[in-house]
């Protein structure tokens, strides 16, 4: 089972508050599935993000918190982030 967050909005002054809420709603799914001895693979999927946000998906992906994660803005990331739900 693959979860994940895709939030809306392409402003980039928003993007910090997009994160941070789609960081709560993984967390409460992450939590909720470890209490039943289960591990999903997550992902976020967002159109605007901020260089803060983008050091954060990338250390929480290179530390196996999300399994994959995509800029809707960058052709190449939609294409391997569907890859790879196809793939699953």
Do not use: Y
């Not at 002054?13 to 960081?23: I, N």
């Not at 976020?44 to 196996?64: K, P, T």
Request: glycine share 10%; net charge positive; aromatic share 6%.
């Amino acid at each position: 089972m693959a979860l994940g967050e895709l939030k809306g909005g392409i402003d980039p002054a928003g993007a910090d508050e997009h994160w941070k809420t789609a960081q709560a709603a993984l967390n409460r799914i992450r939590e909720a599935f470890s209490r039943v001895g289960h591990s999903p693979l997550t992902f976020f999927v967002g159109s605007a993000i901020a260089r803060r946000m983008a050091g954060e998906i990338w250390n929480q992906l290179e530390n196996g918190t999300l399994s994959n994660a995509a800029n809707l803005n960058r052709e190449n990331q939609v294409a391997s982030i569907s890859r790879w739900l196809c793939s699953l």
